[in-house]
């Protein structure tokens, strides 16, 4: 019953939907329209907590999909999605980031 929702529309046209429930300490992301990527690359997701980004898992490349998330939904402030080397990053691509706060949901 706490789920909050909140779609955002990305520069490129792509759209995004969280869903998160704090009692749950859960988010759903559902993206659409998503550029396919080069070969080699994954777009990687993360949750933000203060100036942390945390790996919360990873988006099919130029796919419809919807996707939960690993990790602490419940204190993070923000998803973001970034492209990154196949099988991920230690830390975020910051020059590819998009980031979809919580507070706006």
């Known amino acids: 019953p706490d ?13 995004a939907t969280i869903v998160r429930s704090v ?9 659409e329209g998503m550029a396919d990527l080069p ?8 949750l933000q907590h203060g100036d942390k980004m945390v790996a919360a898992g990873f988006l099919p490349s130029g796919s419809d999909d919807t996707v ?3 990790g602490d939904a419940a204190s993070a ?7 990154e080397p196949e099988g ?4 975020p ?9 919580f507070d706006e949901a």
Do not use: C, H
Request: glycine residues 8%; positive net charge.
């Open 93 to 101: 691509t910051l020059s590819t980031a998009v980031l979809l706060p």
């Open 39 to 46: 070969d080699g690359k994954v777009y990687e997701l993360w």
């Open 3 to 15: 789920a909050q929702k909140k779609t955002f529309r990305m520069a490129d046209g792509a759209r």
């Open 77 to 83: 402030s923000a998803v973001g999605i970034t492209a």
């Open 23 to 31: 009692s749950l300490n859960q988010a759903v992301i559902t993206v």
């Open 68 to 70: 939960l998330l690993t």
């Open 88 to 91: 991920g990053s230690p830390e």
